[in-house]
């Protein structure tokens, strides 16, 4: 069955230059398992359709249950460079709580 993200994690987001940051945390301990198989780096460049240009690594923090997302080339050249509506990585959060998974 397909859900939102949103059903079983968290999101924060931020930037700095044009690299946006997204930590991905489960709501429950058996959802963590989840996230690490089903949230690939390929799987959120691909959510996020050509806004992230260069590489997404992900960091793995065990110990709190939750992923973190390094997305290069993310912010089209930062706040000051880009022609975007909106140039902060803070609504990258809220995008991938729209990701779907199986569930």
């Not at 069955?1 to 949103?6: F, H, I, S």
């Not at 960091?59 to 290069?72: K, R, S, T, Y």
Request: a positive charge.
């Amino acid at each position: 069955m397909k859900k939102q993200l949103l059903e079983i994690a968290f999101t924060r987001s931020g930037d700095k230059n044009d690299v946006c940051n997204i930590g991905v945390l489960a709501k429950k301990p058996e959802h963590y398992e989840l996230l690490k198989q089903q949230l690939t780096p390929e799987k959120v460049k691909e959510h996020f359709k050509g806004l992230i240009k260069g590489e997404v690594i992900r960091h793995e923090w065990p110990a709190i249950e939750g992923l973190n997302f390094v997305c290069q080339q993310a912010l089209d050249g930062g706040g000051s460079r880009s022609l975007r509506m909106d140039t902060l990585g803070k609504n990258f959060a809220s995008h991938m709580l729209r990701m779907e998974v199986d569930i």
